[in-house]
């Protein structure tokens, strides 16, 4: 399939009374998806499993905020943070996600991702922080210009 540059522009509505749930091995390597998880990122379950965590990674988000989350979860705390992911088809959806451990007899073995829709303020907000801080980072840009009248 080949992409145009609007596909980048649909948003994907995360439902209010669903979890979209993940887990990954401790490398961040995607262990199991549930289905709401497949149906909002465009893909199947067995396009998921054992792909890099990063495969839902959006472009307009900064390299700090996985940083941060996994310089938390490596220390055995919850990370708690909005996100921007990427479908399938190029399109997008934000979540709030909640990251922490999967403990079996006190041994961290897996990573398990938590994620709910937020408000259409905070949509607005992030987007304007998360630009801010990839022009601050020199990271990528994102330029949309409309010529004519709007
Ligand atoms: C349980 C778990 C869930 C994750 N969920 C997401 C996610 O929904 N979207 C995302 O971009 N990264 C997610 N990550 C972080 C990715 O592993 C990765 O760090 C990130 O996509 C940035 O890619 P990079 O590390 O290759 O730069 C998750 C990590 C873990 C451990």
């Known amino acids: 399939m080949e992409y145009n ?14 979890l979209i ?5 401790l490398e961040g390597n995607i262990t199991h998806a549930n289905e709401t998880f497949c149906e909002i ?5 067995e396009e998921l499993l054992g792909k890099k965590h990063s495969i839902v990674r ?3 988000m ?3 905020v996985f940083q941060d989350l996994w310089k938390t979860i490596k220390e055995k705390k919850q990370w708690r943070g909005i996100v921007k992911n990427l479908r399938k088809d190029k399109g997008f959806y934000w979540v709030e996600a909640i990251i922490s451990g999967v403990y079996k007899n006190g041994v961290l073995i897996e990573y398990k991702s938590l994620r ?3 408000s259409y303020a905070d949509k607005l907000k992030y987007q304007i922080l998360y630009d801010t801080m990839r022009a601050e980072n020199n ?11 709007i």
Do not use: C, M, W
Not at 21 to 25: A, G, N, Q
Not at 139 to 149: L, P, V
């Open 41 to 45: 990122s465009g893909y199947s379950l």
């Open 116 to 118: 709910t829709p937020i």
């Open 5 to 18: 540059e609007s596909q980048f522009l649909v948003e994907t509505n995360v439902p209010e009374d669903e």
């Open 21 to 25: 749930i993940s887990r990954t091995d």
């Open 58 to 60: 959006h472009p307009d």
């Open 139 to 149: 990271e990528a840009k994102r330029t949309i210009i409309y010529k004519g009248q």
């Open 62 to 64: 900064p390299k700090s």
